[in-house]
């Protein structure tokens, strides 16, 4: 009788126990506070040269380039310098526009290459920015309706793009543009919003 009154004592004493235990375990579980997990920051804007996507117009001045063509508005500054990439001799175009902050960002460049010196030009894209995004085949067609395939060349990294296309806007040359994603869809939107009043 002994035996089974000490062995019941033995069970509910681990009963109790094992309750305590598992109070604890809710009580703690309850008042961890989950782990964050910080938002990992954007990407820093691709540049071509000392030229970086979104810097301000007056920044761009500030670097003294060797302007050839400006057409300054209130909104935007479109303009053209003598430059090189890859040691092909070019101009560049570069679009200027304010996007709500009262300041002329660095949307967009554009510098269009002979086609024979796109090859090179791939390469040091490549050995500075890294493997493109995504590599596409092309194809385009001149007024004579006469076929020609290239490759499209895409680097995008969140925060901005570039294109590298073997064939541009004429045959026998290539392009390769700059854009900042955010100013540049901005850009659009004012674009499309001004077209959509006009057609009211």
Same mark, same amino acid.
């Given at each position: 009788?002994?035996?089974?009154?000490?062995?019941?004592?033995?069970?509910?004493?681990?009963?109790?126990?094992?309750?305590?235990?598992?109070?604890?375990?809710?009580?703690?579980?309850? +008042?961890?506070?989950?782990?964050?997990?910080?938002?990992?920051?954007?990407?820093?804007?691709?540049?071509?040269?000392? /030229?970086?996507?979104?810097?301000?117009?007056?920044? /761009?001045?500030?670097?003294?380039?060797?302007?050839?063509?400006?057409?300054?508005?209130?909104?935007?500054?479109?303009?053209?310098?003598?430059? +090189?990439?890859?040691?092909?001799?070019?101009?560049?175009?570069?679009?200027?526009?304010?996007?709500? +902050?009262?300041?002329?960002?660095?949307?967009?460049? !554009?510098?269009?290459?002979?086609?024979?010196?796109?090859?090179?030009?791939?390469?040091?894209?490549?050995?500075?920015?890294?493997?493109?995004?995504?590599?596409?085949?092309?194809?385009?067609?001149?007024?004579?309706?006469?076929?020609?395939?290239?490759?499209?060349?895409?680097?995008?990294?969140?925060?901005?793009?570039?294109?590298?296309?073997?064939?541009?806007?004429?045959?026998?040359?290539?392009?390769?543009?700059? !854009?900042?994603?955010?100013?540049?869809?901005?850009?659009?939107?004012?674009?499309?919003?001004?077209?959509?009043?006009?057609?009211?």
């Amino acid at each position: 009788m002994n035996k089974i009154f000490v062995i019941i004592i033995v069970a509910l004493i681990s009963i109790v126990l094992l309750s305590c235990d598992s109070k604890v375990d809710k009580k703690n579980a309850s +008042t961890t506070p989950p782990k964050s997990i910080a938002p990992k920051p954007p990407a820093e804007p691709y540049s071509f040269k000392e /030229f970086k996507l979104g810097m301000t117009i007056a920044e /761009f001045y500030n670097l003294k380039p060797r302007v050839t063509y400006e057409n300054a508005k209130k909104f935007e500054t479109s303009l053209f310098i003598d430059t +090189t990439i890859a040691g092909s001799g070019k101009q560049a175009y570069f679009h200027f526009g304010e996007y709500g +902050t009262g300041l002329q960002q660095l949307s967009y460049i !554009s510098i269009t290459i002979p086609k024979s010196d796109f090859s090179k030009v791939k390469d040091a894209l490549i050995s500075k920015y890294g493997s493109p995004t995504s590599t596409s085949n092309i194809v385009k067609s001149n007024a004579m309706g006469a076929t020609f395939h290239g490759e499209k060349l895409i680097w995008n990294n969140g925060t901005s793009e570039i294109t590298a296309e073997s064939i541009g806007g004429k045959i026998d040359e290539a392009d390769v543009n700059f !854009s900042h994603l955010r100013l540049d869809q901005s850009k659009q939107d004012q674009e499309d919003s001004a077209k959509a009043k006009k057609d009211i």
